[in-house]
């Protein structure tokens, strides 16, 4: 699998970058299909709640794209949560493929 890592507003740490990477290469449990991703960090300083990094994760898988999100104060996190909402998208895929 192929994985870009974009930072936009600030730079990323090699230890965020690292830690990303490590979880993304675990999807392939879930689908092995997973032929790359892109992953981009967000730092928004106009959340008003304090929440304001964003990391946009998108897979993509055969003639599909998933996506998800996840927004929260602090980076690690918030590939924690975004990773699990791509688990879920690629079990589903996965049972939607079987089934067709």
Do not use: W
């Not at 690292?18 to 032929?35: H, W």
């Not at 590939?79 to 690629?90: C, G, H, P, R, S």
């Amino acid at each position: 699998m192929d994985i870009s890592i974009t930072s936009r507003h600030f730079k990323a740490d090699p230890a965020l970058k690292a830690y990303a990477e490590d979880k993304i290469s675990k999807l392939n449990r879930f689908f092995d299909g997973v032929v790359h991703c892109d992953v981009v960090f967000l730092s928004e300083h106009s959340k008003p709640n304090g929440t304001d990094k964003m990391v946009e994760i998108k897979l993509s898988v055969h003639n599909k794209i998933l996506n998800a999100e996840e927004t929260t104060d602090d980076y690690f996190k918030a590939v924690d949560k975004a990773i699990d909402k791509l688990e879920t998208q690629l079990v589903k895929f996965k049972q939607k493929m079987k089934h067709e």
